[in-house]
């Protein structure tokens, strides 16, 4: 089942001019509309102040150790946004947690996915989940704790004046805790490699700590999305910077997750390599010879 959820249209202020902004790659800059923003209902109605109606969207498969204290810190952290816990009917019982913590907060829903289908597709569901029920953006964030909620205000602040905000571990100000050596190396040339093949002004393409408003991702036509793991990150900021949005990155904590396993695998990393590879193949080409082909590979 789902956990109801409000209905109700909402929305943010017109873009501001801080922070960083991703040019389209035909140069010209793409600034969503006052009018594809919305008209500041949901601020009426209770929501984040700039920013309207907010969802962070919690993927989660087997993290019944992590998901309570995740959602807990959440909902201290910033109280006027709503959780969606998008479960892919986790064996070890967290689609039932999530469900106990929402017959107890208004604030929380529970998503039951049939089985376990990637990090990308539960987004992708999430972000369903948020139009249909009326927010103005949606948030990402892992279960596993390694995202800090009490950074989610930040990036919501930033989100006032952007249409895309990332959690960064690579920009000024950003702390990395207890990561392994080799989690680092793969993470800085991962990212080193996507901004160079894929021409991104993006020092953390592969981050999954992130704010979307909902006229963003409209823009960024989720329809050509095939990546499911560890290039799912990637391949939004590559829509993001071909729509033109606003993207502004933010300085957060990254902690290695304490509990649970890390769902990290070579299959997923070689992925993201192929896929970001044949990106940035594809992106050099004549339009001519793209033509036809938005939703490869």
């Known amino acids: 089942m789902v956990a109801g959820g409000g209905v109700g249209r909402a929305g943010g202020r017109g873009p501001g001019r801080r922070g960083g902004v991703a040019a389209s790659p035909g140069g010209h800059r793409r600034r969503v509309s006052r009018q594809e923003r919305g008209t500041g209902v949901g601020e009426a109605a209770g929501g984040q102040p700039g920013v309207g109606r907010v969802l962070v969207v919690v993927p989660t498969y087997n993290e019944a150790d992590n998901i309570a204290d995740v959602v807990a810190r959440v909902r201290r952290a910033a109280p006027a946004v709503d959780v969606l816990v998008a479960d892919d009917n986790s064996p ?7 469900e106990a913590m929402a017959a107890t907060d208004a604030q929380v829903h529970v998503l039951h996915r049939p089985g376990k289908q990637g990090l ?26 390694s995202h800090a ?15 895309v905000v990332i959690g960064s571990r690579w920009v000024g100000g950003a702390r990395v805790v207890n990561w392994p050596w080799r989690r680092l190396l793969l993470s800085r040339c991962g990212n080193l490699y996507a901004r160079m093949a894929l021409g991104m002004p993006v020092s953390d393409a592969t981050g999954g700590f992130r704010v979307y408003r909902l006229s963003a991702l409209r823009a ?15 391949e939004l900021s590559r829509l993001a910077h071909r729509a033109g949005v606003r993207i502004v990155e933010v300085p957060i904590t990254f902690a290695e997750r304490e509990r649970g396993a890390s769902k990290m695998s070579p299959l997923i990393v070689a992925e993201a390599l ?11 080409r004549p339009a001519r010879w793209r033509r036809g082909h938005d939703r490869w590979p």
Do not use: K, N
């Open 274 to 284: 192929w896929r970001i590879t044949t990106w940035g193949l594809r992106d050099r």
């Open 220 to 234: 960024m036509r989720l329809e050509s999305v095939c990546s499911q793991g560890y290039s799912f990150q990637v």
């Open 149 to 163: 909620p009490e950074d989610l205000p930040a990036l919501l602040a930033a989100a006032r004046d952007a249409d």
């Open 92 to 98: 070890d019982g967290t689609g039932t947690l999530a």
């Open 120 to 145: 990308g597709a539960a987004y992708l569901a999430g972000f369903g989940w948020a139009r249909q029920h009326g927010y103005d953006a949606v948030v990402e964030m892992d279960a596993d704790g």
